[in-house]
Each structure stands twice: as structure tokens, then as C-alpha cells.
């Protein structure tokens, strides 16, 4: 019998979600490895699938609407929202920065879970995180199908993760040696 982590690891195989070069991370920190969830993201069975086996860990909170930061977490928060039958809406950047559009609102008090594809350093989560309650909303926690903080990021909320898997990132100016002659690219979320 495979296990969840496993089944997780060959889906984003298999759908070529689990990149390994040079890469640029959202931070400008580089990395061997890269999580292209937008490959898996093509293959709606497959994102189904991430959800089902998410879904258990999200059973111990409350929430009344789902919401994704994009990119990367459109296609898994709506899936999230489907499964689960909630509410869904989502932040959008303008000018670099998250913002709440499209005429969607949070009530006072609402229970909003952030949904994501991936965390390193949690910086577009932190982004929702505030806007929720810039919004008078209340976050009911954080899920994500990649954990890659390797415990360092904190939030004052629950978070669970479908996949923690933590990969060294590097300096771009202290790069190991075996990274130094490939050309670094940045992918995009």
C-alpha cells in the first residue's frame, strides 16, 4: 500500500510539477529543486486527488469561505472550495502587491481559510493573512499542498500541509559548486 506522501510525490512526478536545475525562488534565494504546481494544475483528476488527501488534515477547522492568493493557489483553493462546498474568492497582485478585487468581500467575523500551493517563506500567505483581517475577517488557518519552510514560517493561526519537504536554498552570491555553472531561471509560481 502506498503511503499519502508517496502518492503525492509521484503525482507532482509524474505531471513534471517536481522540477530539479537552477532556480530562482520568489525571495531571489536560488534552489536545486521547484515546485511547479501549475504542471500538476493541468490535470484536474490530479488536483482532485491532492485534495482528497488534504481534505482529512482540514476536518479540524471551521470556515466559512476559501481564499487563494494568485497564481499558484487559484486552481487548488477553488478545488478546495468544491470538495468542501465553500464560499470561494481570491487576491490578485497589482503592482507586485495582493490585493482583494472583483468586488468580493469578507463579512466582519468571517471564517476564511487561505489555501496555497506552495509556502518557502509564506510571503504571499502573509499577504492574504492581512488582507483577511484588514477585511475584518477572521483566518481560520492556512493549507497547502507544499510545505518548504522547513519549520521557519510562523503564523498565529492553524496550517497544515499536505507535503513538507524542505529543500536547501542558497545565496545567489554563495552558490555551491554544483550550481554555479547552471544557468538559474526563474519559472514562476
Known sequence: MQSTQDEVLDIFK????LLQGHFILRSGLRSEYFFQCAQVC??????????????PKLDSLEFDTV?????????????????LDKRYIFVEKV????????????????????????VTRGGRADEAIEIVKQNGG????????????????????PFVSLLEMGFPTYDPENLPDHLKDIPAIKPGS
Not at 509524474?14 to 510539477?17: Q, V
Not at 493541468?42 to 481534505?55: A, D, F, G, N, P
Not at 481564499?67 to 470538495?83: I, T
Open 42 to 55: 493541468q490535470y484536474m483528476s490530479e488536483v482532485t486527488r491532492l485534495i482528497e488527501l488534504l481534505k
Open 95 to 118: 503592482d507586485d502587491k495582493l490585493e482583494l478585487r472583483r468586488g468580493f468581500k469578507i463579512a466582519e467575523g468571517e471564517k476564511v481559510l487561505i489555501v496555497e500551493d506552495v
Open 14 to 17: 509524474r505531471t513534471k510539477a
Open 138 to 157: 477572521v483566518v481560520a488557518g492556512v493549507g497547502v499542498l507544499v510545505d518548504r519552510s522547513q519549520g521557519n514560517w510562523k503564523i498565529d493561526a
Open 67 to 83: 481564499l487563494a492568493p494568485a497564481m499558484g493557489g487559484l486552481v487548488v483553493g477553488q478545488e478546495v472550495a468544491r470538495q
